[in-house]
Nanobody, 123 residues
Framework: VQLQASGGGSVQAGDSLRLSCVVSGRTYDKNVIGWFRQPPGKEREFAAGINWNDGNTYYTHSVRGRFIVSKDNAKNTVYLQMNSLRPEDTAVYYC?????????????????WGQGTQVTVSS
């Protein structure tokens, strides 16, 4: 399984960005795609995720109501729409593929990772 994340950039607080994660390879049994982020000098943390099979989504508290995760089956792509961005959203964002039945917030439950895309939000 390969994941290619893109869409990061430098924006002002309050702006929006949409990240994309293209999944290729063994996609016939893809289960969960998670979006994680790693702020400067901090641990990687879960942001949002989607169950590819039933479309269920899950968000960490700090992004709920501002971020929306969605998928396009035809394009094998998962999106992370990020609205009302804040400086504390600044991080490298990663998408990850996990062979689990639920959207997990634990990095070790994800088997494959994309290369990361930088999001910088200035005040």
């Amino acid at each position: 399984v390969q994941l290619q994340a893109s869409g990061g950039g430098s924006v002002q607080a309050g702006d929006s960005l949409r990240l994309s994660c293209v999944v290729s390879g063994r996609t016939y049994d893809k289960n969960v795609i998670g979006w994680f982020r790693q702020p400067p000098g901090k641990e990687r943390e879960f942001a949002a995720g989607i169950n590819w099979n039933d479309g269920n989504t899950y968000y960490t508290h700090s992004v709920r109501g501002r971020f929306i995760v969605s998928k396009d089956n035809a394009k094998n792509t998962v999106y992370l729409q990020m609205n009302s961005l804040r400086p504390e959203d600044t991080a490298v964002y990663y998408c990850a593929w996990g062979y689990v039945d639920y959207v997990s917030s634990l990095p070790y439950e994800y088997d494959y990772w994309g290369q990361g895309t930088q999001v910088t939000v200035s005040s």
